[in-house]
C-alpha cells in the first residue's frame, strides 16, 4: 500500500523559530510537493520538486525553502516562523508521468504563537 | 495566471439525489484533470482522471465530464449518501512536470 508520511500530525512552534517538516514516500515516486490549506484558499503549492535536489517554487514560497537530499525525503523548511505561517501543511507525490495522480500525507497542523 | 474555480458555497443535498460540482478554469489547456475527496482533518484522496480527449469517465457513482471548450468539469455522484459528505477538490497539471494545482474545494453536505 502507497505511503506518504508526514513527521508530525499537530506543531506548535514560537514566532522566530526555525521550524522543519519532514515527509518520507516510500513509492519511488519521482515528483514531490508541498502545500498549505487554509480556509477559503484552498490548497496553494509552496514548493515543488521532480527529482533529487532539484526544486521549483509554487505560488506561495516566501518565508519557506526545500530540501531534497535523498527521493524518498522532501523537506520544508520555515526559516523564521510567523504567526501567518499558521496553517495545514499538506505533502503530496507522484510518479512524475503523464496521467498519474498524486498521493497525500495525512498533513501537519502548525499553530505559530 | 491560471484560476481554478469552484464554487465556494457547500452544495446541500437529498439522501439519494445526484450531485453536481463544477470546476471551471482559465488561460490554461490542461491534457488532463483530475478530482479528489477530502475529509476534515486529512489529505486529499484521489477519485478519478480524465483526459482532454475524453468527455466522460465514470466509476461506480461517480461520472466525471470534461469541456475544453468551455474550459469546465463536472463531477457527478449519483444516489448520494451521507458517507459522500466531504469536500471536493478538482486538480489540474499545469506542467509537462506533473505539477499538479488544485481548485479551492466545493463541500458536498448529504442529509438523510
Known amino acids: 500500500d502507497v505511503k506518504v508520511t508526514q513527521s508530525s500530525r499537530y506543531l506548535v512552534k514560537r514566532t522566530g523559530e526555525k521550524v522543519f517538516l519532514e515527509c518520507v514516500q516510500d513509492m519511488d515516486h519521482e515528483n514531490m510537493f508541498w502545500y498549505r490549506q487554509d480556509p477559503g484558499l484552498g490548497l496553494r503549492l509552496i514548493y515543488f520538486s521532480y527529482d533529487v535536489k532539484m526544486k521549483e517554487k509554487g505560488d506561495i514560497p516566501e518565508g519557506y525553502s526545500v530540501s531534497r537530499e535523498k527521493k524518498e525525503r522532501f523537506s520544508l523548511i520555515l526559516e523564521s516562523a510567523s504567526t501567518n505561517q499558521t496553517s495545514m501543511y499538506l505533502c503530496?507525490?507522484?510518479?512524475?508521468?503523464?496521467?498519474?495522480?498524486?498521493?497525500f500525507g495525512q498533513g501537519t497542523r502548525l499553530t505559530v504563537v | 495566471s491560471q484560476k481554478i474555480e469552484q464554487n465556494s458555497e457547500a452544495l446541500n443535498i437529498q439522501e439519494g439525489k445526484t450531485a453536481t460540482l463544477t470546476c471551471n478554469y482559465t488561460?490554461?489547456?490542461?491534457?488532463?484533470l483530475q478530482w479528489y475527496r477530502q475529509d476534515p482533518g486529512r489529505g486529499p484522496v484521489f477519485l478519478l482522471l480524465?483526459?482532454?480527449?475524453?468527455k466522460e469517465k465514470r466509476k461506480e457513482r461517480l461520472k466525471v465530464t470534461f469541456d475544453t471548450t468551455l474550459k469546465q468539469s463536472l463531477f457527478h455522484i449519483t444516489a448520494s449518501q451521507p458517507a459522500d459528505s466531504a469536500t471536493y477538490l478538482c486538480?489540474?497539471?499545469?506542467?509537462?512536470?506533473?505539477?499538479?494545482?488544485f481548485g479551492s474545494g466545493t463541500k458536498l453536505n448529504v442529509k438523510p
Open positions: 503530496a507525490s507522484s510518479p512524475g508521468r503523464e496521467n498519474t495522480e498524486a498521493f
Open positions: 486538480a489540474l497539471d499545469m506542467s509537462s512536470f506533473n505539477k499538479f494545482y
Open positions: 480524465i483526459r482532454e480527449n475524453e
Open positions: 488561460n490554461y489547456s490542461p491534457a488532463y
